[in-house]
């Protein structure tokens, strides 16, 4: 870890431990969640800028992520096409941050199983469906379920992403494990 990558491990520690998942990734897999992660799509992302499921992408995509709104009520979310449902995204996703309630939840996680670049799924605080998560986990992709990526994100001292350090869709470093 470089010295641009110090963080406040017991900020971090606590964030995490406030999941219900006990089977949520340690906190150096999620910093390297955090750290992949350039572009989101957002699945459930509100058309009501005063609901966390609009402040918490308008906060990601001020920090440099590139937001993909998915909400099929919708045309435009921050300036940018939403699409009706995740197999409308076109582009390579590194993420699915879902907003969706934990009965709906399962559904999108079977979705985000699909795609070809096995993206991390990320169910927000209060979002959990265990069964989508263990069969995502079984295959080998990466589930966080019922966390906040904001408070992560915060306790990590804003440090989403390094521009510039590979393309969208893919792995930063050869090395890392796979999703």
């Known amino acids: 870890m470089?010295?641009?990558?110090?963080?406040?491990?017991a900020a971090l520690e606590a964030v995490i431990s406030a999941s219900s998942d006990p089977d949520n990734p340690d906190l150096d897999t999620v910093h390297r969640i955090v750290r992949d992660t350039l572009r989101i799509a957002v699945v459930g992302i509100s058309r009501d800028p005063s609901k966390p499921a609009r402040r918490i992408p308008s906060y990601l995509a001020a920090k440099g992520a590139e937001i993909i709104p998915v909400n099929p009520s919708a045309d435009r979310i921050l300036g940018k096409t939403a699409r009706k449902t995740l197999a409308d995204v076109d582009e390579a996703v590194d993420m699915v941050l879902v907003f969706r309630p934990s009965d709906e939840a399962g559904a999108v996680v079977r979705a985000a199983m699909t795609r070809p670049e096995r993206p991390y799924i990320w169910l927000q605080e209060g979002i959990r469906n265990d069964e989508?998560?263990?069969?995502?986990?079984?295959r080998g992709l990466t589930v966080v379920q019922d966390l906040c990526i904001y408070k992560v994100h915060r306790a990590f001292g804003d440090t989403l992403r390094r521009a510039g350090e590979r393309q969208p869709g893919g792995q930063s470093d050869a090395a890392s494990p796979p999703r």
């Open 132 to 138: 989508a998560a263990r069969e995502a986990r079984e």
């Open 2 to 9: 470089d010295s641009n990558e110090i963080f406040d491990r």
